[in-house]
């Protein structure tokens, strides 16, 4: 069986600056992977890398089996397989938040906007914000908008979620709902690859745990491996900071 999604040997560089350094990487389904590392160590571009957001310099990324680094590939179609949520959750303030999350259906799938209401509707009753459908974003809190952004991200049935920080921007009290509807979806059999410096986090819900640093992966394992017992310095002294 070969992997949901895999990554061999990324390269990317910004200018002369290199910020992947050959990582390898693969998930299949249901897999749950935290990626944990500083800030500046590449976990927003390998997340936009994979999603064909950023060209790579180098290596091969297989969605399916597919090669989708192929520069041949309809990157529009390969990135509605993937639901990506940002820092920032980057909702369009003129839209209500029931078109934020069908814009893409009805845009890039072309649903019918009945078919695509009544998705986006179960949607967003499952992250818990039917009653929000026609307001819009700004009359949301940060933890709402993020949820709505979430909601919006499963609205194309995509294969992998990928997670970037989702909480890193939010107030601390909004933070817990945010990452209880993570926890949800992981339950629910989601694919999921989440940059995150949620550790406690990252240790309860993760199933493997990725430290990169300097654009390498310099630790991988099991979440019990790489926060109770890391093999390498880089990632003791990583995690130290956040236990300390
Ligand atoms: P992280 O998400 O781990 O904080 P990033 O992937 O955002 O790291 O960034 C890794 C490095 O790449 C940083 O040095 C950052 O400044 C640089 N970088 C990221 N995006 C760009 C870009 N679009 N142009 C130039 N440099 C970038
Ligand atoms: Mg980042």
């Given at each position: 069986m070969s992997a949901l999604l895999q990554a061999d040997g990324l390269y990317k560089a910004f200018g002369d600056k290199p910020v992947l350094q050959g990582v390898s990487l693969a998930l299949d389904a249901h897999d749950v992977v935290a990626v944990i590392g500083a800030s500046g160590s590449g976990k927003s571009t390998l997340l936009r890398c994979l999603n064909l957001l950023e060209p790579i310099d180098d290596g091969q990324i297989l969605l399916g089996g597919v090669d989708i680094?192929?520069?041949?590939?309809?990157?529009?179609?390969?990135?509605?397989?993937?639901?990506?949520?940002?820092?920032?959750?980057?909702?369009?303030?003129?839209?209500s938040v029931l078109d934020n999350v069908t814009l893409a259906s009805r845009v890039v799938k072309r649903v019918p906007r009945r078919a695509a209401d009544a998705h986006?509707?179960?949607?967003?009753?499952?992250v818990g914000l039917a009653d929000k459908a026609r307001e819009h974003p700004d009359r949301l809190s940060g933890g709402q908008q993020q949820r709505v952004a979430i909601a919006?991200?499963?609205?194309?049935?995509?294969?992998?979620?990928?997670?970037?920080?989702?909480?890193?921007?939010?107030?601390?009290?909004?933070?817990?709902?945010?990452l209880e509807l993570v926890r949800q979806l992981a339950e629910e059999g989601a694919t999921i690859l989440m940059a995150t410096h949620e550790m406690a986090f990252a240790r309860d819900v993760a199933h493997r745990v990725v430290f990169l640093d300097g654009g390498r992966i310099v630790e991988e394992g099991s979440p019990a491996e790489v926060f109770g017992a890391a093999r390498e310095q880089r990632t003791r002294e990583f995690l130290a900071r956040f236990t300390a």
């Open positions: 680094s192929d520069p041949r590939v309809d990157a529009n179609r390969v990135r509605a397989r993937f639901g990506i949520v940002f820092q920032s959750y980057n909702l369009f303030p003129h839209l986006g509707l179960a949607l967003l009753d499952r919006r991200a499963l609205a194309t049935d995509p294969e992998v979620l990928l997670l970037d920080e989702v909480t890193s921007a939010l107030d601390p009290e909004l933070v817990g709902e945010v």
